[in-house]
């Protein structure tokens, strides 16, 4: 079985451009064997079909966190995924004496622009599929890549893909300017049948500034709608954000609303305070949600690595702090009269 497990976890990074290193590999095979005998095999079916959607590294992360809920408990707290008799189940259901921890995983949403692009990727993907050259193929888009740009990047990979050299890169130019970014890479344990969109993404960073809490709020919103219930003793409810790439003080925003420092005149002091504008404000949100438990890698480039777990807990559901304990240990605690140390914009491990 241990065996099986080794070749399932090769399967899902097939296709990526991370060098899983044997220890990755171990790890992930090990990881979808406890989840199996769990009776969590849902996840890892889902993880290995996630490689057909470029999404692996998002997958990893619900698997990772199911890793998380397994080894805090024994087999005698049972732990679903997706429980099959609701119409639109939350992600995960665990019960632990008369409270059920009801648990939904979020993405952060992506903005706009990255949600037009995901669409013009998807494009590209089915696309290529119709050129019969067997390799992966990694494609950089810069931000003026637009949808007329498509038949003119088909016929430049139809004339490059058989060619080219492993791993070798090529810009693609369309109306006097760079438009993606194309490299081809030849499958090690697949046989490919056409050309196969491996990874996709932004050639270029771009300047988000000003738009990441209102980004927050928005994923957090769609995660809260998987709760047709209110939190109460008995039903707890909890989102989870993988968060490496977000900064506490813009989460902190999101939920307990905008800070900003005010002037004393008098005694020439600053304080601080909060614009009433965070989604824990909001009756909606704020009765269907205990908490926000942001998880972050420990080793941000690893797949597979501890995790740090911040919980920031809704005010209004403080007495239940210590049933939502019982579920996780949690590293940093946060409130809504708190915020990162001056001049940085995450708390630091262990404070609370």
Known sequence: MVKDYLVSARIVFEGTRYKASDEDIKKLADNMALLEKRGLGKLNKRLINARKHTKIFETIAEHNFAVI??????????????????????????????????????????????????????????????????????????????????????????????????????????????????????????????????????????????????????????????????????????????????????ICDALFGTEYEICDNVKGHLRWSRKNDGLFSETDFSKKVAGVIAIKRKERKQPFTDYQLILYINESYKSLFGDMQKLLSFDIVVYYNMRPPIGQGNFICGNE
């Not at 707290?77 to 008799?85: N, R, T, V």
């Not at 590209?124 to 498509?150: P, R, Y």
């Not at 810009?171 to 490299?183: G, L």
């Not at 957090?220 to 109460?232: C, R, T």
């Open 69 to 250: 809920l397994v080894t805090k408990h024994n087999s005698s707290i049972p732990i679903m995924y997706e429980p099959e008799d609701m119409k639109r189940p939350p992600d995960f259901k665990v019960i632990i004496g008369d409270v059920i921890y009801w648990i939904q995983m979020k993405d952060l949403s992506k903005l706009e622009r990255e949600n037009r692009q995901d669409k013009l990727i998807q494009k590209i993907k089915e696309k290529a599929e119709e050129i019969k050259v067997g390799k992966f193929l990694s494609c950089m888009l810069s931000d003026d890549f637009k949808e007329d740009c498509i038949p003119e990047l088909m016929d430049f990979l139809q004339d490059r893909a058989a060619s080219a050299g492993e791993g070798e890169s090529f810009p693609f130019t369309s109306k006097s300017s760079q438009k993606a970014k194309i490299e081809f890479w030849s499958p090690t344990n697949v046989d490919l049948q056409h050309l196969t969109l491996g990874i996709a993404g932004d050639m270029v960073a771009v300047e988000l500034t000003g738009q990441t809490k209102e980004q927050i709020k928005q994923s957090l919103l769609n995660a809260a709608g998987a709760f047709n219930w209110k939190v109460d003793q008995r039903n707890i409810n909890l989102i989870v954000i993988e968060a490496d790439n977000k900064e506490d003080i813009d």
